[in-house]
Structures are given as C-alpha cells and as structure tokens.
C-alpha cells in the first residue's frame, strides 16, 4: 500500500483529506474464478507437454531409422516448444503466487519476464528457419517421401490440437498467446514439410521447399513481434494493452459523488492482472464508502481487480503540482 501523506496540508477549520488505501480483494468471485482458470489452463498445459514428449521421441526414432537429418532437425525444435509450453506452465504458477514480506504481489511480475523469454525464444526460432531456408535455396536436399509427409502429418495433429486448446484461452494471458504462437508455428511447419513433400514427390520441384519455409518465418515473426513488444511494455510498467488512462479517468469522474480523478497509475502486477491506483476528491468525508463501492464496481466490470484509491475532499489542498 502507498500512503501519500506528503500530498495533503490540512488547513486549521478545513475539513481533513479523507484516505481510503484498499487493496480490493473482497470481491472473492473473482479469486475463485481466476484460480479456476489457471486449473483448467494447468490441464491443458500437462496434456500439451506430454502429447508434445511423446510426438518427440517418435520423431527422433523415425529420423533415426529413416535415416532423415529434417526429422531429426525438427525434433529439436519440438523439444524447445516443449521446454516453452513448460515456461508458460511456470509463469502460470509465478501468476498465481502469494505475496511474501520481500516480495509483496508474490512472484507475479516473472510471468512477463518469461512471456518476454519466449518472445526471444520464437524469435531465435525464426531466425534459424529462414538461414535453412535460405541454405535449401543453394543446395535443396533430398526430401525423401513418405516417411516424412507422415511424421509431418502426425505434427499437424498434435501441434493443432495443442494451438486450438490454448487459443480458447490465449486473449487472457500473453504467455499463454506465447505458447499457442509456439505450437501454431509448429503447425505451421509441419503443413509446409506436408506440402512440399507431396509437391516435390509428384513434380520433383526442389525449390518449393524454402520457398514455403520463409513464408512460414514471416507468419510467425509477424505475431511474435506483437508479444515481444507487449512483452516488453508489461516489463516497464507501461499501462496493460486494452486500457487507455484518459477514457478510464473520465468514466470515474463520470460516477456520482466524484468531483475530480489525478494521480492515477496503471500497470500489469502479472500478465494476467492488472492494478490501477489514484486519487479521489469527493464532496464530503460522508460520502466515502459509497464513492469508493462505485469506484470499485466500475474497475471491477473493466478487469481490475486490485485497485487502491485515496479519497479525499476538496476542501484538502494538494502541494503537488500535477494534482489537481
């Protein structure tokens, strides 16, 4: 809690600033329904790590015994989507952490530094596959048939049943959207080894092969750059994507009971809440509690669930210059 005593000067026959510092946690429905999200969200997780273990280890036997260095290739880049699902796993359990003496929001705010590692994951990951590309260009390599469209194949099912679970949940949290670009990329991957091995089978045109890959890096660079910067924003406290501090302003000033809104602050505690604070001048102390249910009630149908205000009336003069 931040207690801004410096701000106030209370003048001898002036009514006193009022302070009402609340960490609005009462609303208990939320907290149940978050904590019943992140179990559904821990399910798919562990359905998703375990499919993607198993589809890695067929590949890499199937590369083994075929002999086929892509195969072997794309099981380690599946193996890294594993070690991703498994970070935004952690970053989920991070998201839900309890506060500490030394680290009073809990371990949440790691959550965005891992969303962040995951952006430079992908990144590295697009970097790799237009240098293979640009490689296959020179020297196109022999796709052998069958036993590659297949393995392949079975990659589009796991990896696109893996992206369509976490897209039902992904707009919640950026990790998870981290996750599901992760496995859509791969998705992505294995329809173009599909496709060129059919291709290249029927016709023998070597080229379509990198052509499709850098198409593939440029999808997925488009959309991880999106979470790198959003990423990059919730790391330095730069307000949430989806808020914009004026239009929240004016719809608090807009309730009854409130004569003015400074001060205020938003930013993300993790990637999947948000906090706000400000300060509140109200016509009269009396008025306290039911301006600051109204506040509340307001923040709580825009997603922000932990808000602390400082209410205080107008006869309470404010020193700082960006105050009032």
């Known amino acids: 809690m931040e207690h801004h005593h410096d701000h106030e000067h209370h003048d001898a026959g002036k009514m ?16 149940h329904h978050h904590a019943h999200a992140i179990e559904k969200l821990s399910t798919i997780y562990i359905v998703a790590v375990a499919l ?8 890499a036997v199937a590369g083994f015994v075929g002999n086929s260095l892509g195969l072997l290739s794309d099981a380690g880049h599946n193996l890294s989507d594993v070690f991703s699902l498994l970070l935004a796993m952690i970053a989920l359990k991070l998201a839900a952490s309890h506060a500490t003496k030394r680290f009073t929001y809990g371990h949440r705010k790691a959550s965005v530094l891992i969303s962040l590692l995951n952006a430079i994951i992908l990144l590295v990951a697009v970097g790799a596959i237009i240098v293979e590309s640009i490689q296959k260009f020179f ?27 976490l897209s039902r949940q992904q707009q919640h949290d950026i990790n998870t959207r981290g996750a599901f670009l992760h496995m859509l990329a791969d998705t992505l991957v294995s329809v173009g ?27 997925i660079l488009v959309s991880t750059w999106e979470l790198l910067s959003e990423s990059l924003r919730m790391s330095t406290d730069a307000v949430p994507e989806g808020y914009d501090v ?4 004016n ?32 016509p009269e102390a009396t008025m306290l509690e039911e301006v600051t249910d109204r506040v509340k009630d307001l923040l709580d149908t825009l997603g922000i669930h932990h808000s602390t205000l400082e209410l205080e009336t107008r006869s309470s003069h404010c020193h700082d210059h960006d105050c009032c």
């Open 16 to 31: 006193p600033a009022v302070h009402h510092h609340d960490h609005h946690d009462h609303h208990g429905h939320h907290h």
């Open 52 to 59: 993607n273990l198993l589809f890695v280890i067929v590949e």
């Open 139 to 165: 020297n196109p390599g022999q796709v052998s048939g069958d036993l590659i469209i297949w393995t392949a194949a079975v990659g589009i099912v796991i990896n696109g049943l893996t992206a369509w679970a």
């Open 193 to 219: 080894v599909v496709v060129s091995g059919v291709v290249i089978k029927y016709t023998g045109w070597t080229v379509v092969d990198p052509i499709i890959g850098l198409v593939i890096a440029v999808v």
């Open 246 to 249: 004026d239009d929240i302003q």
């Open 251 to 282: 719809r608090i000033q807009a309730l009854d009971g409130v004569l003015n809104v400074h001060h205020i602050h938003i930013w993300a505690i993790s990637t999947t809440e948000t906090a706000l604070t400000c300060h509140v001048v109200i």
